[in-house]
């Protein structure tokens, strides 16, 4: 019974692991330029990770979560440009890009 509890744990572990990013590029297949706000963007995958302000107007939002069980020590990020009224202006990372 035992082995077959560790078993369950561990494909259930795996299959969370391997979720992990298609679930922040499905979520953000929701976020369109010239429409979606930052608040919306952020409803939608939860606290950024960091902001950064540039001096032009433009918002960086990042999103950075541990790549998971198969590749260890590394980061996968998400990043969105938003522009000074707060709209998305494009996507400028994702976890694909290595």
Same mark, same amino acid.
């Given at each position: 019974?035992?082995s077959?509890?560790?078993?369950?744990l561990?494909?259930?572990t795996?299959?969370?692991a391997a979720? @992990?990013?298609?679930?922040?590029?499905?979520?953000? =297949?929701?976020l369109?330029?010239?429409?979606?706000?930052?608040?919306? %963007? +952020?409803a939608?995958?939860?606290p950024?990770?960091?902001?950064?302000?540039?001096?032009?107007? @433009?918002t960086?939002v990042s999103?950075?979560?541990r =790549?998971?069980?198969?590749?260890?020590?590394?980061t996968?990020q998400? %990043? +969105?440009?938003?522009?000074?009224?707060?709209?998305?202006l494009r996507?400028?990372?994702?976890?694909?890009?290595?």
């Amino acid at each position: 019974m035992k082995s077959l509890a560790l078993a369950f744990l561990t494909t259930a572990t795996l299959a969370l692991a391997a979720c @992990e990013d298609s679930a922040v590029e499905s979520d953000s =297949a929701h976020l369109t330029p010239g429409v979606t706000t930052r608040a919306q %963007a +952020i409803a939608v995958l939860g606290p950024p990770s960091s902001v950064y302000q540039a001096a032009n107007g @433009e918002t960086t939002v990042s999103w950075a979560r541990r =790549a998971g069980l198969f590749r260890p020590g590394e980061t996968s990020q998400y %990043a +969105i440009v938003f522009g000074p009224d707060d709209k998305m202006l494009r996507v400028a990372a994702t976890p694909d890009q290595r």
